[in-house]
């Protein structure tokens, strides 16, 4: 209840905001629910919810893009009766988590060219293989890289459907799931009119591991030894306190 | 009830992997075994990638080598000596395993090499403990019983640096027990396991060790050379997860106690073959997840950007 009464709230401010901005030059405004996901101990993904509001004319699109990183895809091949990893291609500039929403399928509204040149769809996003590889190998791990992307939640299969309210104000939740990659991620919105982009908004969002998680994921790979000799330390307490246990039940 | 595993980088269920760790616990309690060889294999079965598994196993099995060991301390059956060399070479070994697995992680066939050493391994013990323990029942119904020499005097007993092993009643080379340590130690880092179900044999069948000691020998050696493999896959791998090798840890407290109660009250010869079967079935899925075509074949590895 209280959430609903505050996402009203946030409603009507950006339904203000939106009113006002519509007569200085600035057609889109979008937010978030929150700018900051935060990864605690009893996380299993969470959604966030993306608002907004246009002038009223146009068609909306938003791209929910995560931090840049380096991908390998392995091809399994069979020898001798088993599964085994053979040929790998390795990617670079992969978004970790891509999503597309708009407010309407994407057909002639958005023309190839603004898709192209803005990276709306996974077809278009600029992933690069790293080293020299036959641009049809490339391709084929290209999918696959995609594949294994939407298996995982990652990225979108289809775009996302915005649901407009009253023809001007938009909305729509973006799931992340528990697996979600950390580090901060990109808001992209755009208006297009008239198979143009007439207005486009960025916005940071950050995921991150905080409290015990965060300080332990650091601890591991900053301190990686004395990461150890603590994981050995408990692991004594431990044996030691089940035998203390042990004994006195007996 | 979830918790999010910082290393494994996913969100399990606390009651499974708690339940996980004591059904694994009161296994080792009625058998006396380490339980390694089950619980990496079933962690990987529960979505734990492999390398985090053997890590984060051989942090739990620090644990359970220490509580082990203390009973088997204050009766007198641990041969520090005996135990002492074993652990030199098993320190070796599982140092020569971290960087082999290290190096296979790099080559993309860490996952490959984990899951066939499980099949071979899971496969043999399997079928030697069912074939031995449906012998010892078809031999115990038929009430005859065979007489065994201490040990067989062979070829081994002719290699140098003799030591007297004391506690063993035991005269034989140094280079034996290294040898046994440098292997199990290998398999300690690579499977994630204490080794204790290829050390024991080897002690009793290849040293002659007395019976009495064996076990509270090999946990003295488990103990330090899981500690090591802890220690160098945490500081090389990164693969060590403390708050899931803790949540084993509490499991296998409870489930050795239920255990040792529970072998206490039970037929040894049925629940041996209950167990052989149990690794059995285990080491036909890892079979099958291997031959069976994937739906995906293509399979993908992140990492950050350079």
Avoid at chain 2, 183 to 210: E, N, Q, T
């Amino acid at each position: 209840m209280i959430a609903a009464v505050s996402i009203f709230g946030l409603w009507l401010a950006v339904l203000l905001q939106g009113t006002a901005a519509a007569s200085t030059e600035n057609p889109v405004v979008v937010d978030l629910s929150k700018d900051f996901v935060a990864i605690t101990a009893g996380f299993t993904g969470t959604e966030v919810l993306l608002f907004g509001t246009t002038a009223g004319k146009g068609q909306v699109v938003v791209i929910v893009e995560g931090p840049a990183v380096n991908a390998t895809i392995r091809h399994k091949e069979r020898v001798a009766g088993i599964w085994v990893n053979g040929d790998e291609v390795a990617f670079e500039n992969v978004p970790a988590f891509y999503q597309v929403l708009a407010t309407d399928s994407l057909d002639e509204w958005l023309p190839l060219p603004l898709r192209e040149t803005n990276q709306i769809g996974v077809e278009y996003l600029q992933i690069r293989p790293l080293g020299d590889v036959d641009p049809a190998t490339a391709a084929e791990y290209r999918n696959a890289l995609i594949r294994n992307k939407q298996l995982a939640g990652h990225y979108g299969k289809v775009e996302g459907r915005m649901t407009i309210v009253g023809g001007r104000l938009f909305r729509s939740t973006v799931f992340f799931p528990a697996d979600v990659p950390v580090g901060v991620y990109n808001i992209r919105t755009y208006l297009i009119d008239n198979k143009r982009v007439v207005s486009s908004q960025v916005m940071p969002l950050t995921i991150n591991k905080t409290g015990l998680e965060a300080d332990l994921y650091r601890v591991a790979h900053k301190h990686s030894a004395l990461y150890g000799i603590a994981a050995i330390v408990i692991a004594i307490l431990a044996g030691l306190g089940g035998n203390m246990l042990f004994r006195r039940n007996r | 009830m979830f918790l999010y595993l910082p290393i494994a980088e996913i969100s399990v269920n606390v009651i499974v992997f708690l339940s996980l760790g004591i059904a694994v616990g009161t296994l080792s309690g009625i058998f006396g075994v380490g339980g390694g060889f089950l619980m990496t294999p079933l962690l990987i079965f529960f979505g734990i990638p492999p390398a985090v598994a053997v890590g984060t196993e051989a942090n739990q099995i620090v644990a359970s080598s220490v509580s082990g060991v203390l009973a088997h301390w204050r009766r007198g059956n641990v041969d520090f000596k005996m135990g002492s060399i074993l652990l030199i070479g098993g320190i070796i070994g599982s140092t020569f395993g971290v960087w082999l697995f290290r190096v296979l992680r790099e080559l993309g066939q860490i996952d490959l090499v984990i899951m066939l050493s499980y099949v071979i391994f899971l496969g043999t013990i399997g079928l030697l403990m069912f074939v031995e323990s449906l012998r010892t029942m078809v031999r115990s119904r038929s009430g005859a019983g065979s007489r065994r020499k201490l040990h067989q005097h062979n070829f081994l007993h002719g290699l140098p640096f003799k030591m007297r092993f004391r506690r063993s009643k035991l005269y034989i080379s140094a280079l034996l027990p290294l040898l046994i340590g440098v292997i199990v130690g290998i398999l300690s880092a690579i499977m994630g396991v204490g080794g204790g179900f290829i050390m024991v044999p080897a002690m009793i069948y290849l040293l002659g060790m007395p019976t009495s000691v064996v076990v509270g020998t090999s946990l003295f050696q488990i103990i330090f050379v899981t500690a090591n493999a802890t220690f160098l896959q945490a500081t090389f791998n990164q693969t060590v997860d403390v708050v899931l090798a803790l949540l084993l840890m509490v499991g296998a407290v409870i489930g050795a106690q239920i255990g040792t109660q529970l072998g206490a009250k039970l037929r040894g010869e049925q629940l041996r073959i209950l167990l052989a079967l149990m690794v059995l079935a285990v080491c036909s899925k890892i079979v099958y997840d291997l031959v069976a075509t994937p739906d995906e074949l293509f399979i993908m590895v992140t990492g950050a950007a350079h």
